[in-house]
């Protein structure tokens, strides 16, 4: 089958683009043949809050892509729609998480519906995590377009359906698959013991990580309420926090000094490039993901392609989880006290073998395959 993929690939950042270069290496050793066209500029430079879009880390997965698309750049969606016609594709896929986009891809999913060529959209997020009121308008204006829908939970279907009900019973084909796990980051090599040495983290205590963007939904408030009361019960755990802020950091700052965990914690405020993300992986125990919004997280997938015993929130539990019943420890949000109760757990869990790993990530990068090309 002929698909064209759209969306970010390497130079650029972020689970999404991890995300959708497995995707189409995937579908190529599947054997379909695949037109990979990304972005040549993703956002203004006064949108985008990180400190840059790209990482140019070696060893990364790199796929052969039409750098074509500017959103903020009509002409760039008409060289796009020619391009795309050119290959005459029977399938074109589209990736949304960011409403800022939804006017080149109302145009450009408008254009090829002219031409016969139907758009699926893969929706990594119906809504922003922080919505603005535009973003619904957006979000409804662009997506009505699109004949087919691939969500990634049953929360994100609801989100959908509730933004727009028709496409149940209009003839739309509406599919839930789940986000498949990854395995993008190169392993360090380094033996555990040596990585805490480097770090400055004892050998003996238990570490936990919380890793990725640093953004108000995903609870790294409730960890550090969680991380208190393990302390407060005599257990010395330490915490790694890996990633860019994108709120203020001295409100962090501020609340480790009054909680006197400062001793406890570990703050690498930056974008943790791919030759680097391993160590953190491989030097924690427990992963958590205490998140009081959003519907599914590819950190989270990434943990598990490490084997690493997580706690998470039920807001991004999925079929995958289901997988690794003892591995996922499952909390309601914004509850502390049984963050902290599920973390103590999980500190015994034993780590998943690699054979374990590659059986569940070869079965779900299969099931998302499979409801992309039939």
Known sequence: ??????????????????????LARKLIEAGHDVQMISFKKQYPLWLYPGKSDKDYSEGRETIDANYLLTPFDPISWKKMVNEIRN????????PWWVTFWGPAFHH???????????????????????????????????????????????KEKLRLTGLL?????????????????????????????????????????????????????KGLDDLLEAHKILLARGLQIRLIIAGEFWEDIEKYKQKIDTLELSNFVMIFNKYIPDDEAAQYFEMSDIFVAPYRGGTQSGVLKAALGFGLPVVLTDVIIDEVTDHFPG??????PQSPMMLANG????????LLSNAEIDAVFSQTWEKMVKAISH
């Open 1 to 22: 089958m002929k698909i064209t993929l759209i969306g970010p690939v390497y130079p650029y950042r972020g689970g999404i683009a991890h995300f959708t270069s497995m």
């Open 87 to 94: 290959f005459k594709p029977q399938k074109v896929i589209i």
């Open 108 to 154: 450009i999913i408008s254009c090829l519906k002219k031409y016969g060529i139907p758009s699926t959209i893969l929706i990594h997020n119906t809504l922003p995590h922080e919505a603005k009121v535009y973003d619904r308008f957006l979000a409804r204006w662009t997506l009505q377009e699109a004949e087919n829908f691939i969500v990634m939970t049953q």
């Open 165 to 217: 009900p028709h496409i149940e019973y209009a003839g739309n084909k509406l599919e839930v698959v789940s986000h498949p796990i990854y395995r993008v980051f190169k392993p360090s090599g380094i033996e555990k013991g040596k990585l805490r040495s480097k770090f400055g983290l004892p050998a003996e205590q238990p570490v936990m990580l919380f890793f990725g963007f640093v953004r108000l939904y």
């Open 327 to 332: 591995l996922c420890k499952i909390v309601p």
């Open 343 to 350: 973390i103590e757990e999980q500190l015994n869990t034993p």
